[in-house]
């Protein structure tokens, strides 16, 4: 399998590519109604560490009893919980101010040493609500990002590196519509930038 160039050997054993810790950001990139005191964001999360082995198997599964636009952590039976939780922000005019960090989160000790292979799969699922007071519009949104527990280094050797970091980033337009994305850079600014 190849990922950015780089040749991925399924089902592998590949412990170097697991970061002992975690951390999770989850920003508020923009909201039309921000410096407005009746704005609010709530969040639900859960990050779950689904085996390379059973993923593909679990997908096949959920697709088979017509399930598959809705994934949900319990359609994967074999998942290790790392992380959950939820917050709520009612003060939101900066983006400082709308950024939630969430740090060491147990990895590597968590996952037994024979699931440690080079594809398993990093499941962040969450459900915001937001309240726009500007546009007195609420904003739902219910989904997960999906990310192989290592990234691309910036090794010219295309070596790949542990993964220490996962992001969620909610963009609110003008017209109360909700973007999201997991990317890094998107965590550090209030302007949505689609690919």
Same mark, same amino acid.
């Not at 399998?1 to 991925?8: H, L, Q, S, V, Y």
């Not at 859960?46 to 390379?52: A, G, K, L, N, S």
């Not at 949104?141 to 997960?144: E, N, Q, T, W």
């Given at each position: 399998?190849?990922?950015?160039?780089?040749?991925?050997t &399924?089902?592998?054993m590949?412990p170097?590519?697991?970061? !002992?810790?975690? #951390?999770?950001?989850i920003?508020?990139m923009?909201l &039309?109604g921000?410096?407005?005191s009746?704005?609010?964001w709530?969040v639900?999360y859960? @990050? @779950?560490?689904?085996?390379?082995q059973?993923?593909?198997?679990?997908?096949?599964?959920?697709?088979?009893? $017509?399930?598959?636009? !809705?994934?949900?952590?319990?359609?994967f039976?074999t998942?290790i919980?790392?992380?959950? $939780?939820k917050?709520?922000?009612?003060?939101? $005019?900066?983006?400082?101010?709308?950024?939630?960090?969430?740090q060491g989160?147990?990895?590597?000790?968590?996952?037994?040493a024979?699931q440690r292979?080079s *594809?398993p799969?990093?499941?962040?699922f969450f459900? @915001?609500?937001? *309240?726009?007071g500007?546009l007195?519009?609420d904003i739902y949104? #219910?989904?997960?990002f999906?990310?192989?527990? *290592?990234?691309?280094?910036?090794?010219?050797?295309h070596?790949?590196?542990p993964?220490?970091?996962?992001f969620?980033?909610f963009f @609110?337009a003008e017209? $109360? #519509?909700?973007?999201?994305?997991?990317?890094?850079?998107? #965590?550090e600014?209030?302007e949505?930038k689609?690919?």
């Open positions: 399998m190849k990922i950015d160039g780089r040749t991925i &399924p089902n592998r590949a170097e590519l697991y970061s !002992d810790q975690l #951390s999770l950001k920003t508020l923009n &039309p921000a410096a407005t009746t704005s609010y709530e639900e859960q @990050v @779950v560490f689904v085996p390379e059973d993923f593909k198997k679990n997908l096949q599964e959920i697709r088979k009893a $017509g399930k598959g636009r !809705d994934l949900r952590p319990e359609y039976p998942r919980l790392l992380a959950t $939780g917050f709520d922000k009612r003060r939101l $005019g900066t983006l400082k101010e709308r950024a939630f960090l969430s989160i147990p990895f590597r000790n968590k996952i037994p024979e292979t *594809f799969s990093l499941m962040t459900s @915001v609500k937001i *309240f726009d500007k007195k519009k949104g #219910s989904s997960v999906i990310v192989p527990p *290592f990234e691309k280094d910036s090794n010219p050797n070596s790949l590196a993964r220490t970091e996962l969620l980033n @609110v017209n $109360g #519509s909700l973007y999201r994305t997991n990317s890094r850079s998107a #965590s600014t209030t949505w689609p690919n």
